[in-house]
C-alpha cells in the first residue's frame, strides 16, 4: 500500500499550486490511508467530489495486472465494495486512480478489446488515470485475473478529466422519462466538473448497455441533499448499486465545508481525516486550459516514468528494454 501512497505524493507536490492539497496523517495502521478525496470546483462553487484509491497497475512478465481483489487477512469482503462503502460516508462515487507508467513501461501491454486507431498502451496522459470502481468491479467479474488490463481500457487520464480533448457525445440512459435538467446534462456538451461526472459515467453506462437486465423507470434514487440532479432512476443493472445515483451523487452546487477547510488551510473535522490519506482541490475546473495549467514537470502523466521498484522485472530492466 505505501508505494501508492508514495506515487500519490508525488504527484500531488509536482501538480501544486495548481491543485491544492491537504494530506493528513500518515498512518500505517490507517484502514482507508490510501483513499482520498478528490473534489474539482467551477469558479462558480458547483463541484464533483470522488474517493479514490490509488492503484499500480504491476507486470510480471508479460502479464499485466492491478491487484482490486486484495484482502486482509480474515475479511470477508473484497476491497472494491469496501471502497464503495466507504465512499457512502462522503456522498460520492468510488474510484481507483491508477498509475501506470510511460510508454516504455507498458510496452508489453496487450489489451484485446477493440480501439480506435491508438492503442491503449500507447494513450496520451494515461500514465496517471481513473477509472469508477463499478467499473473495475465489472472488470473483475468478466475478466478475473486480467481486470487489470481491461479497466485500464477504460481508464481517464486524470489531468484531462474536465475538458478532454475528445467531443462531448451525447449520454443516453436506458431509463426512460428523466428529469429533463438531467436529461440535458446527458445530452449537452459539459466542462469543469460536469464534465468530469459525465466523462466517469461514460464508461458504467458503456456497461450498463451490454448487460441484458430491465431498466428501472419508475423507481427513483433517494435524492441527496446539495446534489445537482434530485430526480435520478434508480436503476440498477448488474451492478452492486444503482449506478446513476452512484457517479452522480458527488455533482454538487455548493462546496463541502471540509473542501473550504482545505482551501483556507484549516484541518477538517475528524470525521474526514480520521478515514482518509487527504483531500486533493482542483479549482477553477472549469477555466479554460492554458499552458500555465501545466506543471513544471510537464503532463503529470510523465511524472511516473517506470513502476515501483518492487514491479520492475528482476535485473533492474524494463519490460521491452534492451539488455
Ligand atoms: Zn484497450
Redesign the pocket.
Known sequence: MFREVTATQVLLAAASPRIQFAEFTADEEKENGADWLWWWVDQDGTCYGLLAQAKILKSRGRHWSIDFTYRTQGDDQTQISKLIRAANRFDVPAAYVLYCGDTQYRATLE?D?A?DGV??RERDHVGVSTVPALVAETAVGLYGRNSG?SA??DALPVEDLAGPDGQDEPIVPLARGLAEDLSRFLRQPQRGSRRVAKELLRPVQRIRHGQFAEAAVMERAVPITGTLFADIPNDLGHFSVPYLAHMLRGLRHEVPDYVHDVLDGRTPPAWVTDHLGGIVVIPDADAPATAGDRTPHGSVGQLFPGPPEESRPPGGRRPGQAA
Open positions: 489489451c478489446r480501439h492503442l491503449c488490463v485500464f481500457h
